[in-house]
């Protein structure tokens, strides 16, 4: 679909003119000067009907500018006529003395003794002791809508209370994690330095990569054939999107990694970790390696805090005999590179040989069974017996690959180790904001 611009006559040679968008450097391109009226002059700016391609700008039509109109030859303004104002030119109104007559709504004040008046839509009041004869079925429902009419004179609606309940006080608004903002700074950068030919390529790389490159090919040649038009050849605009394809990689990773860096702290860590990780697919310049090293650092000191804190868990746990939080800890290290100390290991080893025995509770027996299945430990754990009940023999069963002590327990063999669990990628659940 073509598109007007502005057009401004660079140069000319011979029976083409090159042209750029008036007051800009993009787009640019040249024109045949027989579509030019009165022929091109250069300097001078047009109105031109554009349709762009993968390989550049076509000029379909040439328009000449639009001109002033003349200033009204013809007298044929519209003249207001302004009124002489008659009167005095300030108007001063005095208050009456005293309160003044009574606003709609206001009530005079009551004699003692005097029962205000009663509402419309308020039942009478009843004397004391008085008492009507109760219905049958108790109080009947409040129609719908009854409450939330207010008559005139009512207390006002309370306001700043959220919809919902009642407000909570001393509790602010809790917030998470937040995704990486989106920065086009440096994308910007590179499509500003490419020529029309290039440009878009480039976009379409930043879109989406080669495939959207060969797709857009693909539908441009589509529509191409079905009016009528020659198509593109393919092969030239991969050649373009190979040559740009560093520089639009390099160009987006530079956004992401100074979103990561603007959102600090407030950055989830697995999308910091996964900006760190990502620059290993880059060819990076200088800048770009300042930015990675930055982002290193600010990875290492929330890995480390995480480990200090996950350590200091650990050791409470095993202080307090909690042999459920132990392997639930030692199963779910705050990074993948965590290891558990060896001293800390053999005590949670200990913990958990010592609670595994055949007179303990049958279900959390069973419960730590899975707990310690789930660790890296688990082959070192030596329960003393299994409880007698159905239930506890078939878990020891099936983990008996994973504990060898229960297959001895079992009197069986020992059979092979379970095949390690695939990490099942879990949805991330969104918080409504």
């Known amino acids: 679909m073509s598109r007007r611009i502005d057009i401004e006559i660079t140069s000319l040679s011979g029976e083409v003119a090159t042209w750029r968008a008036a007051g ?225 990689n390099l160009a987006a990773w530079k956004d992401r990694a100074a979103g990561g860096l603007g959102a600090g702290k407030e950055l989830r860590l697995r999308d910091l970790r996964a900006i760190v990780t990502s620059a290993k697919t880059v060819s990076l310049d200088d800048e770009a390696r300042a930015q990675l090293k930055e982002l290193q650092g600010a990875l290492h000191e929330r890995v480390e805090a995480l480990r200090v804190q996950w350590g200091e868990r650990l050791d409470k746990a095993i202080e307090a005999s909690d042999v459920t939080e132990a392997l639930t800890l030692v199963g779910r290290p705050p990074d993948i590179s965590t290891r558990v100390s060896a001293e800390a290991a053999a005590k949670v080893v200990a913990l958990t040989s010592e609670f595994l025995r055949a007179d303990q509770d049958p279900g959390k027996w069973r419960a730590v069974v899975e707990l310690a299945v789930d660790t890296s430990i688990r082959r070192n754990v030596k329960p003393s017996g299994i409880p007698d009940d159905e239930a506890s023999r078939a878990v020891a069963i099936h983990n008996a690959g994973a504990i060898p002590e229960l297959a001895k327990l079992l009197g069986m063999k020992v059979p092979p180790p379970p095949p390690p669990a695939k990490n099942v990628r879990r949805p991330v659940s969104r918080r409504a904001s």
């Open 24 to 248: 800009a450097k993009l787009p640019k391109g040249v024109v045949a000067a027989s579509l030019v009226p009165g022929g091109p002059v250069v300097g001078g700016v047009y109105r031109a009907d554009v349709e762009q391609f993968m390989e550049g700008f076509e000029v379909l039509s040439v328009a000449p500018p639009k001109t002033a109109s003349p200033l009204d030859p013809r007298h044929e303004k519209l003249e207001l006529i302004a009124r002489d104002a008659k009167g005095p030119d300030v108007t001063v109104t005095y208050a009456p003395k005293g309160r003044g007559p009574r606003r709609e709504g206001e009530r005079s004040p009551r004699r003692e003794g005097e029962r205000a008046p009663r509402r419309e839509g308020e039942r009478p009041t009843r004397r004391e002791g008085e008492r009507g004869p109760r219905r049958e079925g108790g109080r009947s429902p409040r129609p719908e809508g009854e409450r939330s009419a207010r008559r005139p004179g009512d207390r006002p609606a309370r306001t700043g209370r959220p919809e919902g309940g009642r407000p909570r006080e001393g509790r602010t608004e809790r917030r998470g994690p937040v995704a990486p903002p989106m920065t086009t700074t440096h994308r910007n950068a590179l499509l500003a330095t490419l020529s029309p030919e290039q440009l878009p390529v480039a976009e379409q790389l930043l879109r989406g990569g080669m495939p959207s490159v060969r797709a857009a090919v693909e539908t441009q040649n589509k529509n191409a054939s079905a009016q009528g038009r020659p198509t593109v050849d393919p092969g030239t605009i991969e050649r373009i999107a190979e040559d740009l394809l560093a520089r639009t």
